[in-house]
């Protein structure tokens, strides 16, 4: 069997955004599904909007996503000879022709058709004139004029399309350079490619694509178009809808493993599976499960992804993704082992890396601040005997675990004859500023013996304060 050679071409006008990551997974997850290879080509045949830092936002994103590609990445910009080698080709053929038309009249004579009503279409001027090359002058490819170009989509289904409705395509510019329906043939049959699945806003650039592999004689690829992506109003996912670049979802504090599970789900299914490893993405994939309309992104499925890839995700392989969201919050440093021991306590609660990061404030901070309603509800004068108890007992211990505490706690509340739960918040706002927090024991159990004593020390003043006020 022929090996499956998959590609994903952006061009890198912009960072990539969740659609195109889409149509990259499709393409990779296809090649490893069927033991073949996914190549990464760039598109910058467009010189004015194609850029370095697109290049590498790319790449970083890919490899963020481990979107591993086992050829390129290629750059159409380093082709361009293969390009014209192809066109002369398709010259020599009687498939091409140049043209002379000065692109001033071409806008001319395209406004009157408009205003005429008719559809405005290169009007084969230059069809027949036999011209060379020349300054100034393009290569067109000579569409046939009559008969149907059928596009057999394996997602979409059979696609056809009027001949006549085609234009005489601009495959050279007069710079010399390809253009795009051009260079992408051209690159996929040099490249060997056998499956393109793309996104169906190329639905209609195909036609023309499958006349030049005709003309070529080159075998066609399967052509697969994905339907686009919407936001949840049903209308096609962009900026107003939030974030829409990859790298934006990892700065939100995303793992790539929910992004990535997220994308698989926008268009594709295997049963009412909603959540794959990669190993299940690669495994089950197929292009007879893609949907064939429309997908929408919801950042609540997104954010619940999330919050499961955080919680089963080892404590210590947490530490170095949440590392930068720490130092963004100008945190002391800390032991890895010490920032683990906090991400165990936050792991159930926190849907995002952000949200870890803001509720470690108190694990990180020499000094919290507390909560002025807090204070005033939890810091009050009955408080401050069974603190103080508590306190002297604490400070006696060599061992600072649950196991050495819970007893003491038990003992020092029935000799008050109060409930444990009534020393709960005032302790937890001590601790940690705030009402809301992991368990008190977990708390504990990292913050170590030091720390926890200062804090109800100063959490004991606050008592003792309001007394007086
Ligand atoms: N460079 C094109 C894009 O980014 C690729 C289209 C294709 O897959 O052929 O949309």
């Given at each position: 069997m022929e090996t499956v050679i998959t590609r994903f071409p952006p061009s890198p006008t912009g960072d990539l955004h969740i659609g195109g990551a889409r149509t990259a997974l499709f393409n990779w997850l296809f090649a490893q599904n069927r033991g073949g290879k996914f190549v990464l080509r760039i598109e910058d045949t467009d010189l004015e909007r194609s850029t370095e830092k697109s290049v590498k936002a790319i790449l970083d994103a890919m490899e963020w996503l481990e979107l591993t590609f086992d050829e390129g990445p290629y750059f159409q910009t380093k082709r361009l000879d293969i390009y014209r080698e192809y066109a002369n080709k398709l010259h020599a053929s009687g498939h091409a022709y140049w043209c002379e038309c000065p692109p001033e009249e071409l806008e001319q004579k395209r406004k009157t058709a408009m205003t005429e009503g008719r559809?405005?279409?290169?009007?084969?001027?230059?069809?027949?004139?036999?011209l060379g090359p020349g300054p100034n002058r393009v290569l067109r490819f000579r569409s046939p004029d009559t008969g149907t170009t059928v596009l057999k989509d394996i997602v979409k289904g059979p696609i056809a399309f009027d001949n006549a409705e085609l234009d005489d395509l601009v495959i050279i510019k007069s710079d010399g350079v390809a253009t795009y329906n051009f260079a992408v043939v051209i690159d996929d049959i040099t490249m060997n490619i056998t499956h393109v699945i793309r996104g169906d806003d190329h639905v209609n650039n195909t036609p023309r694509q499958i006349q030049i592999y005709r003309a070529l004689g080159a075998k066609l690829p399967e052509f697969g178009h994905v339907p686009m992506i919407h936001g949840e109003d049903r209308a096609p996912l962009s900026k107003r809808h939030g974030a829409t670049s990859v790298m934006e979802y990892r700065n939100l504090g995303f793992l790539p493993e929910a992004l990535l599970n997220c994308l698989v789900r926008l268009g594709w299914s295997h049963g009412d599976q909603e959540i794959f490893s990669r190993s299940e993405m690669i495994e089950h994939?197929?292009?007879?499960?893609?949907?064939t309309s429309p997908s929408v992104f919801s950042m609540e499925k997104l954010l619940w992804l999330n919050a499961h890839y955080i919680k089963a995700k080892p404590a210590e392989d947490i530490v170095p993704l949440l590392r930068p969201f720490l130092a963004a919050r100008g945190y002391p440093e800390k032991p890895d082992a010490y920032i683990a021991g906090a991400v165990r306590t936050l792991q159930a609660r926190s849907r995002t890396l952000v949200e870890m990061a803001d509720a470690m404030r108190f694990y990180m901070v020499d000094e919290v601040a507390i909560d002025p309603t807090a204070a005033q509800k939890f810091l009050v004068p009955e408080m401050s005997a069974p603190f103080e108890r508590l306190l002297s007992e604490f400070e006696k211990l060599n061992v600072f675990s649950e196991a050495t505490l819970e007893p003491i706690f038990r003992t020092v509340m029935a000799d008050l004859n109060m409930k444990l739960g009534k020393i709960a918040q005032p302790l937890r706002v001590s601790l940690?500023?705030?009402?809301?927090?992991?368990?008190i024991f977990e708390i504990i159990d990292v913050l170590g013996k030091e720390t926890v004593l200062k804090r109800m020390r100063k959490g004991l003043e606050r008592m003792k304060q309001g007394a007086q006020a």
């Open positions: 559809k405005p279409k290169y009007d084969g001027t230059c069809r027949h004139k036999g994939f197929t292009i007879e499960n893609i949907g940690t500023g705030s009402t809301v927090s992991p368990g």
